[in-house]
């Protein structure tokens, strides 16, 4: 099982580099260490964060987009490509797909993140002169989880959606929406009469709050790490999700005709 899933996951990476987003990557990581290297023109400390935050926008931006867009064409040009067929008869079953397409996926993200913040933290640190390595492997670390419910997430949508470009736009605002407004939904529902207030409390325990791995702030403003039983409690939370998805993906993919 592990050699058919590795295998599946390494023709994922390798699609990834030889299609735009990888140079799109290099191009967004070159603007952001010359938006970065602007910084020695100024020595206003509110100045630095300022930019130390539109960087780290900009990468949670990038790595949506990337997520998101390679996931999304994953399974429908499998089967648009009529490939979907021999990769099924050989030795390889629909959760092989299901567990290969989203580990190539991710790890193509965590490659992408890798890039990104090294860049980040190489320019940072140097305009600085403070490195705040823990903050950033935090940071690197809790995006990356929440990469991976936001990979399952489009892969089901891969599933249930028929066109690539209808499901990374419907992917893409739920992902927004939460990562903007999930957190407010509890404050939302005391301010509704009933039955609304006990519709909006469910989404808000139902859906993952992408939000909670959100730490940028502790990088901009050097502020003190986070408990690493917090990180761990929060990957758990994220791996939940991730697995609840996945399993999701499977049960609607293996009752899917393959030749719709």
Avoid at 236 to 246: E, F, R
Wanted: proline content about 4%; hydrophobic content about 55%.
């Amino acid at each position: 099982m592990m050699s058919n899933v590795f295998a599946l996951a390494g023709i994922v990476i390798k699609e990834l580099y030889r299609r735009k987003d990888f140079y799109v990557l290099f191009v967004l990581t070159a603007v952001i260490t010359l938006v970065m290297g602007s910084v020695s023109f100024f020595n206003d400390d509110k100045i630095v964060r300022f930019v130390k935050e539109i960087c780290l926008l900009l990468i949670w931006i990038s790595a949506l987009v990337i997520a998101i867009g390679t996931t999304a064409r994953q399974i429908p040009a499998e089967r648009e490509n009529r490939t979907i067929f021999p990769l099924l008869a050989k030795p390889v079953t629909r959760a092989h797909v299901v567990i290969g397409k989203f580990a190539g996926c991710w790890l193509a993200c965590g490659l992408a993140l890798l890039v990104f913040y090294a860049f980040f933290a190489i320019v940072s640190g140097s305009r600085e002169s403070h490195w705040p390595l823990v903050q950033l492997v935090q940071a690197l670390w809790l995006q990356w989880v929440m990469l991976a419910v936001v990979v399952a997430l489009v892969l089901l949508g891969s599933i249930v959606f028929a066109a690539p470009s209808s499901n990374g736009t419907i992917c893409f605002i739920v992902v927004l929406g939460i990562l903007l407004l999930g957190r407010y939904l509890n404050q939302v529902a005391l301010h509704e009469p009933e039955p609304l207030r006990t519709i909006v409390y469910g989404i808000y325990f139902v859906i993952p709050h992408l939000e909670w791995y959100d730490i940028r702030e502790f990088v901009v403003y050097n502020h003190a790490p986070i408990r690493w039983t917090s990180c761990g409690l929060a990957s758990l939370y994220g791996a939940v999700y991730t697995t609840l998805i996945l399993f999701s993906t499977w049960l609607v993919f293996r009752r899917k005709p393959l030749n719709l």
